[in-house]
């Protein structure tokens, strides 16, 4: 059984449903695998624990805010 892991800050249901669906659309696509065997897993950290550059989630979802 295939396995998708995906880690990242938090997210809204809605893009995590989508995450799921594309995630494995894709995999099939490139494995030929059947849909029903793949496990799609999303981590999610809150995002004050995720940074890059120095800069949390946080901090960066409110400057795209602006």
């Known amino acids: 059984m295939p396995y ?3 880690e990242t800050g938090t997210l809204d249901e809605d893009v995590k ?3 799921i669906e ?3 659309e894709v ?3 490139i494995t030929g ?3 029903h065997l ?3 897993s999303i981590k ?3 995002d004050d624990n995720v940074a890059v550059g120095g800069t949390t989630v946080t901090e960066m979802k409110k400057a795209l805010k602006k």
Do not use: N
């Open 38 to 40: 793949f496990m799609v």
């Open 17 to 19: 449903q989508e995450l």
């Open 27 to 29: 995999s099939v696509a």
């Open 44 to 46: 999610e950290f809150p």
């Open 33 to 35: 695998i059947p849909k």
């Open 4 to 6: 998708i892991s995906f």
């Open 22 to 24: 594309k995630l494995t």
